[in-house]
């Protein structure tokens, strides 16, 4: 009886904590594949903001914490793209994106330099 009921709560416990889920890929393959898909996409992603006039101040003060650098993110409010915006901008190409951060920043803000100290302050911008 002991044994039964051990064997029991084990099994609940693994199947709650979601220990012993089984696929054919290995745990190191899983776990590998898509970090290297996504830093491939964002690396990629941020060549194209550094080559429409982006900065790496830009990507790391203001993208990164917005977006985590997903040209295509949407949050539950409706704010989309690199710079979680509502503005026409945020659904276009990652140029039309990284322009249209600038041209924000330097409107809003006086420049890219016054829009990150203000995201940094206030944690949003």
Do not use: C, H
Not at 49 to 76: Q, R, Y
């Amino acid at each position: 009886m002991k044994k039964l009921l051990l064997a029991s709560f084990a099994s609940i416990t693994i199947a709650a904590t979601g220990f012993g889920v089984s696929s054919n890929v290995s745990t190191a393959d899983a776990a590998e594949t898509p970090v290297q898909q996504t830093t491939q996409s964002t690396n990629d992603v941020y060549d194209q903001f550094i080559e429409a006039g982006g900065t790496k101040a830009l990507w790391d003060n203001i993208v990164m914490p917005e977006s985590s650098g997903n040209p295509d993110a949407v949050n539950e409010l409706g704010y989309r793209g690199l710079g979680q915006t509502k503005e026409s901008w945020g659904t276009g190409s990652v140029e039309e994106q990284t322009k249209g951060m600038i041209n924000y920043a330097e409107e809003r803000y006086g420049s890219v330099d016054a829009a990150i100290d203000f995201r940094v302050a206030n944690g949003w911008w």
